[in-house]
């Protein structure tokens, strides 16, 4: 029997056969790699947890409501519940500090969310609920309640802090100024022999007397 019959090859290139003889090549209709979906943006992301914290709160009522009979009355229910985690401080009628934009000594008054905060999140829940198949029509975050208690929220805010909140003005688009100055000029260069001839006053009287 041949000593080395049996024997496990003490390398790699002695157990696989050489390269010349195994070289397969690739394909040319090979697929390349799946390019990754892009990233939502940082509004998507954020009305995404939004929608979900919304629904947690939905499930968690007492008792459980459902989405199709979520009102104005319980989205206002939803913004009172999250002041709880607020961190805007927003002083009372009788604190001293009360409409003082920077209060020169701490307060006990409760932290709130404040209203910019509010107001966004709205409009992030209205886009979600009719993206998730919601009828504009029966929006609960466009519920006139919803509104005026966000106005409600602003001014009692803008009072407590002492910062007015101010409705951004819309830049109007401007109107090229058209060349008055030679058109007019153009006119007074025409109608000047005219007045200088008395044209459009009353006939100059003859001094003769028949």
């Not at 007492?62 to 009172?80: D, M, N, T, W, Y």
């Not at 209060?103 to 905060?117: D, E, F, H, T, V």
């Not at 025409?190 to 001839?197: E, V």
Request: charged letters at 20%; glycine letters at 8%; one cysteine or more.
């Amino acid at each position: 029997m041949d000593p080395g019959a049996g024997e496990v090859p003490s390398t790699a290139s002695e157990a696989a056969p050489s390269s010349s003889s195994t070289e397969i090549p690739a394909p040319a209709d090979q697929p390349g790699p799946v390019p990754s979906s892009p990233q939502p943006s940082r509004y998507e992301s954020q009305k995404r947890r939004d929608w979900k914290t919304f629904l947690q709160y939905l499930r968690n009522h007492k008792p459980p409501l459902s989405l199709q009979r979520c009102s104005g009355a319980h989205v206002i229910e939803f913004l009172k519940y999250l002041d709880q985690f607020g961190k805007t401080k927003v002083h009372a009628p009788t604190c001293a500090h009360y409409g003082l934009p920077s209060p020169p000594a701490p307060c006990p008054c409760p932290l709130r969310q404040a209203w910019g905060s509010l107001d966004a999140l709205i409009g992030r829940l209205r886009a979600a609920y009719e993206e998730s198949g919601g009828s504009p029509e029966s929006n609960p975050f466009a519920a006139r309640a919803v509104r005026i208690y966000l106005r409600e929220v602003r001014e009692a805010q803008a009072k407590a802090r002492g910062i007015p909140y101010e409705k951004k003005k819309r830049k109007r688009p401007l109107i090229p100024k058209t060349n008055t100055g030679a058109s007019s000029s153009a006119a007074a260069e025409a109608a000047g022999p005219a007045m200088t001839r008395g044209e459009g006053s009353s006939p100059p009287v003859s001094s003769a007397v028949v």
